[in-house]
């Protein structure tokens, strides 16, 4: 069975810093990865994927993160920080045993100070 | 407009009244699932549904019922609702794809509805 932990509730970054949001999962086979951020009263939207082809994924709005097998980690980064980052951000593993059940992290809620 | 249509948006109602949720969404899609959505808990997965007639759980099924029978809706019933079921609830669509039919890819949720049980 997957699980996902995201180790940092809460991160406030000054705007114009780097954002560095920490996943780390468990699977028992070939994972899916993604982080999807959830803007005030809003639903979610996807910034990024893996799905077992570049360990490197670049996403939307300056967003990437790297899949390492080894640390079973896939950490979300952003060079340089703005105030429309503020959101709370999750990481989310599917296994290809069973690709339609989701686990969802509890989720990072970014700050993005001036 | 390609989307996942909620209703009711927001309903506040008593123990043991059965309500339902419905979801539809119009971009053909063959996945669709339904989250709670808790404070500090995430989105857990409640039901989903890879195609027509095809429903497994999900994390936390117990109070809810589902039921696929067209490609578009895919209800949540709540059969005796309690006030521990009280939470925003999301629907969601995706495509699916490649050899094993996974997922491949973005998640479409809707815009959430907020249930309240007294």
């Known amino acids: 069975a997957q699980s996902v932990t995201q180790l940092d509730s809460h991160v406030s970054v000054s705007e114009g810093t780097p954002v560095l949001l920490r996943c780390n999962y468990s699977s028992s086979y070939s994972p899916s990865l993604f982080w999807y951020v959830q803007h005030p009263n809003k639903g979610l939207q996807l910034l990024l994927k893996y799905t077992s082809a570049a360990t490197l994924v670049k996403g939307i709005n300056g967003f990437e993160a790297e899949f390492k097998k080894s640390e079973t980690s896939f950490h979300l980064t952003k060079p340089s920080a703005h105030m429309s980052d503020a959101a709370e951000y999750f990481c989310v593993v599917s296994e290809s045993d069973s690709w339609g059940k989701l686990q969802f992290g509890a989720g990072t809620q970014v700050v993005v100070t001036p | ?118």
């Open chain 2, 1 to 118: 407009e390609a989307q996942v249509t909620q209703n009711p948006r927001y309903l506040i109602t008593v123990t043991g009244k059965k309500l339902t949720v419905t979801c539809s969404q119009n971009m053909n899609h063959e996945y669709m699932s339904w989250y709670r959505q808790d404070p500090g808990l995430g989105l857990r997965q409640i039901y989903y549904s890879m195609n027509v007639e095809v429903t497994d759980k999900g994390d936390v099924p117990e109070g809810y019922k589902v039921s696929r029978k067209e490609k578009r809706n895919f209800p949540l019933i709540l059969e005796s609702p309690s006030p521990n079921q009280t939470s925003l609830y999301f629907c969601a669509s995706s495509p699916t794809g490649g050899l094993a039919g996974q997922l491949t890819g973005e998640l479409f949720f809707g815009e959430g509805s907020r249930l309240t049980v007294l």
